[in-house]
């Protein structure tokens, strides 16, 4: 005697219409209305109107063949320019004095741990490769 088989269960992606759907009082909404545009006939076109004139510069025309101006008097005072590029010169001796890395000596700093590395991995093998080579050219009697 079998004992019936259970029904199986419905995949997870497949949803089930339950009663509280199958009531919604909520009408689909309706599909988009179109209306169809007919052309006129009635066109016309008219030529563009005349372009308006420029009106002049609002600004006096330049003199070539006029005297130069005479040279307007600097914002600054001598005595305050020197004092400013005589403290920009200080601070920037002092920066340099202080820290004179160059951007070289950077990536010699940052490529040394790099290159130790390479090295140890990869010389030991090469030298021994290099040593066979010429022990078998000078053994070969070759030059």
Same mark, same amino acid.
């Given at each position: 005697?079998?004992?019936? @088989? $259970? ?7 497949? +949803? ?5 759907? %199958?009531?919604?009082? *909520?009408?689909? $909404? ?5 209306? #169809?545009? @007919? ?8 030529? !563009?109107?005349?372009?308006?004139? /420029?009106?002049?510069? !609002? ?20 005595? /305050?320019?020197? %004092? ?9 001796? /002092?920066? +340099? !004095?202080?820290?004179?890395? *160059?951007?070289?000596? +950077?990536? #010699? ?5 790099? +290159? ?11 030298? @021994?490769?290099?040593? #066979? ?5 000078? !053994?070969?009697?070759?030059?």
């Amino acid at each position: 005697v079998r004992a019936p @088989e $259970p029904e199986p269960e419905p995949e997870p992606d497949v +949803l089930e219409l339950t009663d509280e759907m %199958a009531m919604d009082p *909520t009408p689909p $909404p309706p599909p988009p209305s179109f209306r #169809k545009v @007919e052309p006129r006939d009635d066109l016309e076109f008219a030529e !563009s109107p005349p372009p308006r004139p /420029t009106p002049p510069p !609002s600004y006096a025309p330049v003199d070539f063949e006029a005297p130069p101006l005479p040279p307007q008097q600097p914002i600054l005072a001598q005595s /305050t320019v020197s %004092a400013v590029e005589s403290a920009f010169n200080s601070l920037a001796h /002092t920066v +340099l !004095s202080s820290n004179a890395r *160059t951007l070289e000596d +950077l990536v #010699k700093e940052m490529l040394r741990p790099m +290159l130790k590395s390479w090295l140890d991995d990869n010389l030991p093998g090469l030298v @021994e490769r290099i040593v #066979k080579a010429e022990i078998e050219r000078v !053994s070969r009697g070759g030059r």
